[in-house]
DNA sequence: CGAATATATTGTAAAAAATACAATAATTAA
DNA sequence: TTAATTATTGTATTTTTTACAATATATTCG
């Protein structure tokens, strides 16, 4: 190699992982606990340093695995961000991924960086570390935009959820409403939603039918020039 | 800060852009041959490792400028790729950009790097270095995404255009065609293609109208709600 | 057991948008 | 003047979107 590109050859690259979750009280942003500097003591988004021997993908993998202990996670790379000073510690470029988890398959699991995680719903984010925030607003968009065209709100509901459901789930993040009646009618027709015969139990009135997302379906119907729409 | 840092601290990133252009004949991308190793003497997508003091985005504007010399030029981040022997000389990440460019605006402005370059139709790219080959299908197909939900198409076409010429553009791209009358109606509806009151000179036929965008109109109209589509 | 309470479920008419389809107009060249 | 070439325009039909409210099914409480 060239003298000359040797100078190159002095950043770090990290990944970062915006994961969303939902529950009845709205969307949710998990944030961990930094254990260790830079930014001791201060929540923050679940990232890492890149190893030379790693692969991007392999490593933003790595980070949500190890963060949750899931697997098969519906994930999605974002956008980098490459500001000279976003990071103390020299130039750190990173990665941003979002990613989508089925908030009641989440179960604590610290890794060995993060002494703590949370959930933080999408209104009450704290002041983060780096360019954090910048991140998480961009990650935000990003969802707003890519769920009214990909059928990828299922990631965040239970394998089995009702319409009701799936309505508060749009309304959330679209921030907007929609008339029950003309929103059923519209995703029933899509047909990749299917009844699956059970009902809603526990609740303290009629009990709504549960559906589930069937991707085979949605993947023969964009094979035939269908464009989901929301 | 901490020696265990100090290993991460040895990547490079670089940026590559996919430089569209369009005329007559169809889409296009601009590509360098290269003047120096690695792959020295091969067509590549321009490209550049970016400086320790560099900000990304300034670095990927700095490689666009220096190739076509042209400014304001409409750029977007793609995705970054980061597979580890991706690059022959070690550790080197690339932020892939896509820019739009004005083919009539462009002329040749060879830079220190690039000894030629050249456009070359979408449909005859060669065999690429690095995984060039790969972050233009990408390009490609982000650019197909793209067109149809945000009015980039313009960027492509002289400021002045034909209905006509913007027709071809769209089904060009979008690999498909549209009936001249819907066509025509549902872009006039838009109503942010203006006429300019000139005509056309030095066509053999009858003269067709010239518009414009109004950038100014889309702007007003997105934020009443209003959505584009093709 | 009946009534109150709470949420789930469903249809239809009107308006808007998308689609399918072909004749006429304006220019240059011969 | 005619031929050749491309530009321009309208309408009827179908499909999609929108607006709007009554009935159904479960639990809880008296």
Redesign the pocket.
């Given at each position: 190699m060239d003298k000359h590109f040797e100078s190159y050859f002095k950043a770090a690259v990290s990944v970062d992982n915006v994961v969303f979750g939902f529950d009845h009280t709205g969307l949710k942003v998990l944030l961990i606990y930094r254990g260790a500097d830079p930014y001791r003591n201060c929540w923050a988004l679940p990232g890492d340093l890149i190893s030379l021997d790693t692969n991007l993908s392999d490593s933003a993998e790595k980070v949500l695995q190890d963060l949750t202990g899931l697997d098969q996670i519906y994930m999605e790379q974002i956008h980098t961000f490459g500001k000279v000073d976003r990071h103390p510690y020299g130039r750190v470029f990173t990665v941003a991924y979002f990613a989508l988890i089925k908030i009641e398959d989440y179960h604590l699991h610290p890794s060995s960086w993060a002494e703590e995680a949370a959930w933080f719903p999408i209104g009450e984010i704290p002041d983060l570390p780096f360019d954090h925030n910048e991140i998480l607003a961009f990650a935000k968009d990003q969802l707003k935009t890519k769920i009214r065209r990909q059928p990828i709100g299922f990631e965040l509901l239970p394998k089995h959820f009702?319409?009701?459901e799936l309505q508060t789930l749009y309304e959330s993040i679209l921030e907007t409403e929609f008339?029950?009646?003309?929103f059923?009618?519209?995703i029933l027709s899509m047909d990749f939603i299917t009844d699956t015969g059970l009902?809603?139990t526990s609740?303290?009135?009629?009990?709504?039918?549960l559906f589930k997302y069937n991707a085979k379906k949605y993947n023969n119907l964009i094979n035939t020039g269908f464009a989901f729409?929301l």
């Open positions: 009702t319409l009701t008339d029950v009646r003309n059923r009618k519209k009902k809603q609740v303290t009135h009629r009990p709504a039918k729409d």
